[in-house]
């Protein structure tokens, strides 16, 4: 029945952007608010119990990907909407894949037209089906290529990675040098923006302390591990561990 609320799912890792959303969601009586989960298996768990109508499904959770949730699922008849905060230019391509992208913080109208979208499908009798969670991953996976969620203290920035000269271990946190703004000091470790930043979008560990923008790389200079040069003038070390690797992956993708 199209005029039963909408059973939903909701995933989302960060604290104060659930409780946003719960706030939101709280003044639409369309949807009926039926599970909650901040991981993955909390997550499976959630729409394995409750069957629900729509999942609302943060792309980006802690150190994983959202769609990890989707290749773990039994029960798939529902309808999938993305929250992330990515720009407006991306959505369209997305939304032609049978599911709906809200950026974060999402905006009243914008989750307005996500139930819109759902009813009409409903209607129409036209689901979200798996086969395009594939495509719709590599949609998304690009835009993660270019701009990253970044938790500090305060709370969220976001930063298109063509920023970041390199990423930095303090501890249990990470510092992020920036090319136009000052050093960010986030609350992820080092490991979290490995698996967020890695080769394939231009990124190397090439120290147990530091990820690189190779990108911004100048040049290489040979020793024990050696050591590059960055745009900014800073020496950084390579470790003996990963030099030949980092080697190898520069012939191949830098063409050095």
Request: proline share 3%; aromatic share 12%; net charge negative.
């Given at each position: 029945m199209t005029n039963a609320p909408l059973r939903a799912v909701?995933?989302?890792?960060?604290?104060?952007?659930?409780?946003?959303f719960l706030g939101l969601i709280s003044n639409y009586p369309q949807l009926e608010v039926v599970g909650q989960a901040s991981d993955i298996d909390g997550a499976v768990k959630a729409i394995h119990e409750t069957e629900p109508d729509v999942v609302f499904l943060?792309?980006?959770?802690?150190?994983?990907?959202?769609?990890?949730?989707?290749?773990?699922?039994?029960?798939?008849?529902?309808?999938?909407?993305?929250?992330?905060?990515?720009?407006e230019y991306a959505l369209n391509?997305?939304?032609?894949?049978?599911?709906?992208?809200?950026?974060?913080?999402?905006a009243a109208e914008e989750l307005s037209r996500a139930i819109q979208r759902i009813r009409e499908r409903q209607k129409s009798n036209t689901p979200f089906v798996p086969?395009?969670?594939?495509g719709l991953q590599r949609a998304v996976e690009r835009l993660h290529s270019d701009r990253i969620s970044v938790s500090t203290a305060s709370g969220f920035t976001f930063i298109s990675t063509s920023q970041i000269l390199r990423c930095v271990a303090e501890g249990p946190y990470t510092k992020l040098i920036l090319k136009a703004t000052m050093p960010l000091l986030t609350t992820r470790n080092l490991g979290e923006y490995?698996?967020?930043?890695?080769?394939?979008?231009?990124?190397?560990?090439?120290?147990?302390?530091?990820?690189i923008n190779i990108r911004e790389v100048m040049r290489y200079v040979r020793g024990d591990g050696g050591h590059v040069i960055m745009t900014d003038g800073e020496k950084v070390d390579v470790s003996r561990r990963k030099k030949t690797e980092f080697l190898a992956w520069i012939q191949q993708n830098a063409g050095q």
């Open positions: 909701i995933v989302e890792d960060e604290l104060l952007g659930l409780e946003a943060d792309i980006r959770l802690g150190n994983r990907s959202g769609f990890d949730i989707l290749q773990k699922l039994a029960f798939t008849n529902f309808y999938l909407v993305i929250t992330s905060a990515y720009h391509a997305i939304r032609e894949d049978a599911v709906d992208y809200l950026l974060k913080p999402v086969h395009q969670w594939s490995e698996k967020m930043l890695t080769p394939d979008f231009g990124f190397f560990r090439i120290h147990n302390h530091v990820i």
